[in-house]
């Protein structure tokens, strides 16, 4: 068995524990490349399906090739799509673009705020009804208990102190100092009523890692990882006022994989085009604290 083989087998193995232990869970999908690799692997886990909703938060502000991407794939792999907005702030122009907010404040607003209360049920939630092909409001208005994410551990600080099963309040507020030991691979899934679970089955895998299993798998990617021929390509994908690609001619995914072996990026952040990343002193991590993915 090689290194991916382990990883998939142990993010496998995480995502159907999971999946026996707790009930009412949800996968968020960013459209990026680490959340869309852990979608292929949960349909790899549970024999081509997908046992739980694919949550989205549309900020309304994702680069438009993205949703494009979200929506083809979820109508072609048969997918329960889910997504959550906070229509007030956008209704009321409360984000950063406005200029009514900064950066940091628009996240949470748009991102943690609307997360919270999509998970919940506090908010109107809508699904793709796949006949019509469109979304229509979600009348199920049960709250989601446990949340997948494809976070891992090397992409930023606060998330290496993530574990692979972690407790939230109830208001999804993380405790980063109150966090349960994960020792030999030996996991709690054992939490008081009431806890919030998110569950991180890629906290192991590398960037590199991640595209030398897209590359292994045929794994379909949205396009704007490659570059187009201007000389740069987006490393890292979010909203377009604060996301900004990298210098790079790597245009499909063996050329990345053979750009990260070169050590190019070795010294600089992977969220380097992430613009909030650089207004927060404590990185996202007093946004994570909060809620935010």
Known sequence: ???LEKLESQSVYILREGYSQFKNLVMLWSIGKDSTVLLWLARKAFLGHVPFPLVHIDTSYKIPEMIQYRDQLALEWHLNMVYGQN??????????????LDRI???KTLKTD??????SGAWPRYRLDHAQKKYVLDENKEPYT??????????EGSRSKERY???RDKRNDWNVGDQPPE???QFKTDFAPGTHIRIHPLLDWTELNIWEYIDRENIPVVPLYFDQGKGERYRSLGCYPCTFPVKSIAKNVKEIIGELKTG???NIAERSGRAQDKEDGGGLETLRREGYM
């Open 264 to 266: 190019k990026f070795s």
């Open 146 to 155: 446990g949340v997948i994410v494809g976070v891992r551990a090397d992409e």
């Open 165 to 167: 099963f972690s407790p």
């Open 105 to 107: 404040a628009c996240c």
């Open 1 to 3: 068995m090689d290194h």
């Open 87 to 100: 229509t007030q702030a956008l209704k009321d122009r409360e984000t950063f673009p406005d200029g009514a």
């Open 183 to 185: 020792l030999w691979n």
């Open 114 to 119: 609307a997360l919270r209360n999509t998970l």
